[in-house]
């Protein structure tokens, strides 16, 4: 997130063609990283280079997302992590139709959702569902679940009878395990727990039959005994119906868990991508090193789950507005003036890793050594390998907060 007072929202980035050159020396491409959830099935949706601005008061400009970039695969997860306010709900609301880009492309299917007409547009939101962080607020008070499932279970499903549609309530609400399904249709929201109502929401949003499903912090605020579960669930769907997902989380320990590829996003930019495993394991920007180091025990996900781990992410991006160069130097014991004038472009640190941050190879030389081939053509004054990036890391000075 950047505030300026200029009518666009960010400040523009320094070109530098296909590479960067770190402080080192050391030469990185800029060319986009091969996706990990492509192994898991077919490219279903696409992100392209989307950005969205926000007039605030007379003059005043919140660049809230920037220059975001992925892909969506059929079957696999991708998970945006970040602190609140990072611009995670503004990139699904984007995806799911509800937020216009300011710039930058998003594709379905390779049409860009740009072109489609009325019908087409329609077609596209319900191929595109979105569920909420807060089950409560996505479902009318005033109806029961019966009501909530029946309209889209109508419309994308063969009933023709009473039978045949009561058959498919009860089987759509069997997907998300709420069983025995039958005593549950005729209850209403304040009827059921969290869990119950966060299930029935993911129900109504199967029963459209999408190929993607945007879940925005779905367990966040679910009782902390029945997160594990509801990830389970939303795993299960993943793989049953092929589903291409996107987990927004604040909580890095579960995208580790749950998701092929995560994406932190920092003040509305991505500041590193990559594997789930490889990056919790080894994270590379200063910034996912906090968010990792703010969930001590990776391995045990019920205790993080059940202890929040999201305080300290909480705090991480205050003060972020209208910061230049890149938005994280004011809590980054790294920063140089380089931090604090240019801003970081995305760099290829692996095959499928990309951080922006000028000095990754001082915050993690070990996923700096680990790029299995070269990423950018030699360059004797730092490549992969020789000079400064080799130093012993000083422990001292490990990005993360001041
Ligand atoms: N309609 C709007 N008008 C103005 N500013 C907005 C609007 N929607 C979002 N914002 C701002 O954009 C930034 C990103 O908001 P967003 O809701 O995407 O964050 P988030 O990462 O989802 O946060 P959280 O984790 O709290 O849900 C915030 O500063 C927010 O105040
Ligand atoms: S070292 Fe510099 S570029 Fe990297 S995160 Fe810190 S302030 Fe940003
Ligand atoms: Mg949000």
């Given amino acids: 997130m950047t505030i300026s007072t200029a009518g666009a929202g960010a400040p523009a980035r320094p070109v530098e063609g296909a590479h960067a050159r770190l402080t080192s020396g050391t030469v990185l491409s800029t060319s986009p990283v ?76 390779g049409r860009p959702i740009e072109v489609l007409r009325r019908r087409q547009f329609r077609r596209y939101k319900n191929q595109v569902q979105y569920v909420f962080q807060d089950p409560f607020a996505s479902l009318n008070p005033v109806h029961t679940v019966r009501y909530h499932l029946a309209r889209p279970v109508r419309l994308h499903r ?50 459209a039959r999408p190929s993607v499903l945007l879940a925005d912090e779905p367990v966040s605020m679910l009782d902390v005994s029945i997160r594990l579960e509801m990830l389970n669930v939303l795993d299960e769907l993943r793989r049953n119906f092929q589903l291409a997902m996107l987990y927004i989380t604040h ?36 910034y996912t090193q906090l968010l990792v180091s703010s969930a001590p025990d990776p391995d045990d996900l019920g205790s993080i789950l059940r202890r929040g781990g999201r305080a300290a992410i909480h705090q991480a991006g205050e003060g972020a507005a209208g910061v230049s160069g890149c938005r994280f130097h004011p809590r980054c014991s790294l920063a140089d003036d380089r931090c604090r004038r240019d ?42 390998g020789q000079g400064p990036q080799e130093q012993q890391p000083d422990q001292s000075s490990r990005g993360g907060l001041r």
């Fill in 251 to 286: 909580d890095i320990a579960s995208a580790r868990y749950f998701a092929d590829e995560v994406l932190v996003l920092y003040a509305g930019e991505v500041v590193e991508r990559g594997p789930a495993e490889e990056l919790t394991q080894q994270p590379a920007h200063p």
């Fill in 34 to 109: 091969d996706s990990p959830a492509a192994a898991r099935g077919a490219l279903t949706m696409e992100a392209l280079h989307l950005s969205r601005d926000f007039r605030l008061t007379r003059g005043t400009t919140l660049s809230a997302v920037h220059d975001v970039s992925f892909g969506l695969y059929s079957s696999a997860v991708v998970a945006l992590v970040g602190e609140s306010g990072s611009g995670k709900s503004t990139v699904a609301k984007m995806l799911a139709g509800q937020e216009l880009a300011t710039s930058g492309t998003i594709e379905l299917a």
């Fill in 343 to 384: 801003v970081p472009p995305l760099m290829r640190i692996g095959r499928d890793r990309a951080a922006a941050c000028w000095r990754v190879d001082v915050a993690a030389p070990a996923a700096l050594r680990a790029i299995s081939g070269p990423t950018a053509p030699a360059d004797p004054a730092g490549a992969p």
């Fill in 158 to 207: 063969p009933v023709g009878s009473r039978r045949q549609l009561e058959e498919e309530l009860v089987r759509v609400m069997q997907q998300v395990r709420l069983t025995p399904a039958e005593p549950f249709l005729d209850k209403y929201p304040h009827e059921l727990s969290g869990g119950q109502r966060q299930r029935v929401a993911v129900a109504r949003a199967l029963a």
